[in-house]
């Protein structure tokens, strides 16, 4: 086992980047702020597929490198694996942790499927929009362990996007579309 | 009676712990990511210093919470619980403290291992980069909400090719608490 720093470190910076950068850095801009966010997990992503390959002979197709992010990439990060996988054998693939540690603190802000849909209902319930806030904040959250993900493939020759879906709390699925 | 105060050896053997290899990487994405966005590496000091700062007013609370200390009765007191317990328990390494002025109001808390700089080497375009001021702001948020208002500088710093990290603090302020109501109530 390498060096280890307490859980509280990386969760205070997560946190803090997340913050940084939506409320301070790029307050009006949303997009901007997850954009950058998401490169700083790729940085992180790629540089720790690197060290965590060194030793392994080359992947001989993407389920092979699929099913190390699943496996030792993840176990390196969170000391679980990815609880299930899914494949359409089509380039997208559904990677399921049912207790992502990263949102494991946080209180489920899914907006109910009315307010969603009713966008001027929604400015009129400030509960609802305190929801909204939340939701948003969440999905911050998440633009990091994307962009690991992300990352991580891409150092593997990988070229991809990567999103997550968080409709089901505490589980949370990042959704894998490898560019052809 | 208030249990006794732990050891940070004790409390970081008990805490959650993780690989420090993505706590290192991620740090060192962001100062990249402040560099390539903020571009004055002035301006990339003060954010993360800010960070710290932002990050120390919240980690105050587990730290009080996990180390059952109670009142420290000095500056002097105070300093050495940082060092010997809130870097154990934080970043799992041990930092001592020396160089007191005869007022007790000044010291150097200097750290000869430090997670935050595992793989680092800095350019010649970082001259003048506090790579670590995360950590001071950190310090500095921690003490200001327990009623102590610090300046902190860096004397030596291992990445500018110093034997050690060696924070300099200074107590400029104490503002003592105030009870809403009395003790024996």
């Not at chain 1, 993840?74 to 990815?82: G, N, V």
């Not at chain 2, 506090?130 to 500095?140: A, K, P």
């Amino acid at each position: 086992m390498g060096r280890e720093v307490s859980e509280s470190c990386i969760d205070s910076l997560l946190t803090e980047i997340v913050s940084s950068y939506s409320t301070r850095f790029y307050a009006n801009k949303p997009e901007l702020a997850a954009r950058t966010i998401e490169a700083i997990g790729y940085q992180v992503g790629h540089q720790l597929s690197e060290r965590y390959t060194m030793d392994r002979p080359r992947f001989s197709d993407h389920l092979e490198a699929i099913k190390f992010i699943c496996k030792d990439f993840w176990s390196e990060l969170f000391k679980k694996q990815i609880d299930n996988l899914k494949t359409n054998h089509r380039g997208t693939f559904v990677l399921q942790d049912n207790r992502f540690r990263w949102l494991s603190r946080v209180s489920n802000p899914i907006l109910d499927e009315a307010s969603a849909k009713d966008p001027e209902a929604l400015a009129q319930n400030k509960a609802a929009q305190a929801e909204t806030s939340a939701a948003q904040a969440t999905s911050m959250l998440l633009y990091f362990p994307c962009g690991i993900i992300r990352g991580a493939l891409s150092n593997l020759g990988i070229p991809c996007a990567v999103s997550a879906d968080i409709s089901n709390l505490p589980t949370c699925s990042f959704v894998v579309r490898i560019k052809a | 009676m208030a249990p006794p105060p732990r050891s940070g050896d004790a409390i970081f053997a008990n805490v959650d712990r993780v690989n420090a290899e993505l706590f290192t990487l991620t740090y060192g994405a962001i100062v990249r990511q402040l560099l390539t966005d903020l571009e004055e590496v002035d301006e990339v000091n003060k954010q993360l210093d800010q960070m710290g700062y932002n990050i120390g007013i919240r980690l105050i609370d587990e730290f009080l919470a996990k180390s059952n200390i109670s009142t420290c009765v000095d500056f002097k007191e105070t300093a050495e619980v940082i060092a010997k317990v809130g870097f154990k328990m934080f970043l799992g390494v041990t930092a001592s403290v020396s160089n007191w002025d005869p007022e007790g109001t000044t010291c150097s808390i200097i750290l000869e291992d430090n997670p935050l700089v595992d793989f680092v080497e800095l350019p010649d375009t970082c001259q003048g980069l506090y790579y670590c001021n995360i950590l001071s702001g950190v310090v500095r948020g921690a003490l200001e909400m327990v009623s102590m208002k610090t300046e902190i500088t860096w004397v030596r710093d291992m990445l500018r090719g110093d034997d050690a990290f060696e924070l300099r603090l200074k107590l400029l302020k104490q503002v003592p608490e105030e009870y809403p109501y009395k003790d024996d109530e």
